[in-house]
């Protein structure tokens, strides 16, 4: 019999990469999406079945984390071998704007996933595993962080994932239930989410070097992330769930690099050099120098001649409104648990998981139809 699996969140940027990582593992599996007055299926229209076809291998349920009865219904219908709990309001910022509906979605909602499976009498068969974030660590105790370092969340999601943790211990403790916390640090790629730093650089970028966009305008870019690729994090998602007895795991890369440096990085990837100049809100980004065989190679000769008259101008601003409330100044995690007990390292560098989005972003903003189709949209909007 094949396994079958419930990923709350799958279409999100890691639903989508774990539901392709199980089907291809033989797993069935169910999905629940919002509705919502536009198709929110893209990143997984191509595993998306019909529901005429027999022995279908993806199965989408509507729901939302904010619905007792409606996840209860669902996972009583599916009684899943393991929950992959990755819905959430996951954007910082925007956490501050919606304190009230993130806690419930996100520190509520992971309490009634797993009340209902143990209403549900699913205790001993179903496995859950929990979204947990480096972002509980927020004004970090120690660094590197490890699964022992005291919490200290600086946002009101932060504070929502900081009930989610302690909840999923609390019903492995009370009710010897197989539940886990991947205390995940910040994990990119081609499908993140545009309003995230790293998309959106890598997608304004893209444009700026295409001639479709004068400049970007950021937030704070000294703070610092361990930034790994989603690929290498859902694998430890499916890993968690694979051992004997839960556990709570650090996954991360160990390494960490400021905003500023991966902006830098992400126009290298086109050829092109930047520099930064000024400080707080006057900082700036200004175009220095291009290699115009990698120019030409990434991007395409045929942008060279008018990127060209560019060289001196200040393509990156600051805009003190993106600032947040409270920060979070530096993540960098220790994953040796996770390296020693999961047999789990990332198999992505920063350089490969920079140069993967900057390629795709390049060849997106390209096509024709994604910019009749709004991809145009202004990238500095609220986050
Ligand atoms: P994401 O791209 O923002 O996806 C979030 C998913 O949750 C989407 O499918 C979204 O649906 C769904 N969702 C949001 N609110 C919901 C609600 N009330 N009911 C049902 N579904 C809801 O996030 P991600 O990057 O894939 O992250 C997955 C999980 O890991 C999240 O819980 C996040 O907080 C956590 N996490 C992420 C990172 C990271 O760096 N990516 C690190 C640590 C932890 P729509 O598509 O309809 O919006
Ligand atoms: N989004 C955004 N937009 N962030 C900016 C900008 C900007 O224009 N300019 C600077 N930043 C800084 C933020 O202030 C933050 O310090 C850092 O870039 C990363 O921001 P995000 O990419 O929005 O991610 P995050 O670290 O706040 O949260 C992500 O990672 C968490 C794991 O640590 C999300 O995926 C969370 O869901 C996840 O839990």
Redesign the pocket.
Known sequence: MAKVALITGITGQDGAYLAEYLIKKGYTVHGIKRRSSLFNTDRIDHLYQDPHEHNRNMILHYGDMTDSMNLTRIIGDVKPDEIYNLA?M????VSFDTPEYTANADGIGTLRILEAVRLLGLTKKTRIYQAS???LYGLVQEIPQKETTPFYPRSP?AVA?LYAYWITVNYREAYGMHASNGI???HESPLRGE????R?VTRAVSRIVLGMQDMV?????S?K?DWGHAKDYIKAMYLILQQDTPDDYVISTGITTT?RDFIKMSFAKAGVVVDFKGVDEKEVGFLVSIDESVFAKEVGIEYLESFRKRLGETVVGVDPS???PT??DI?IGDNSKAKAKLGWEPSYSLDGLCEDMMMHDIALMKKEDYLKNGGYRILNYF?
């Not at 309003?195 to 790293?198: E, G, K, L």
């Not at 305008?217 to 870019?221: A, E, F, V």
């Open positions: 959430a996951s954007h910082v910022k974030t480096s972002e999601y994932k995940l640090f910040n309003t995230f730093v790293t959106k305008y950021m937030g704070n870019l703070s992330r905003i993106y600032f947040r920060e979070v993540l986050e």
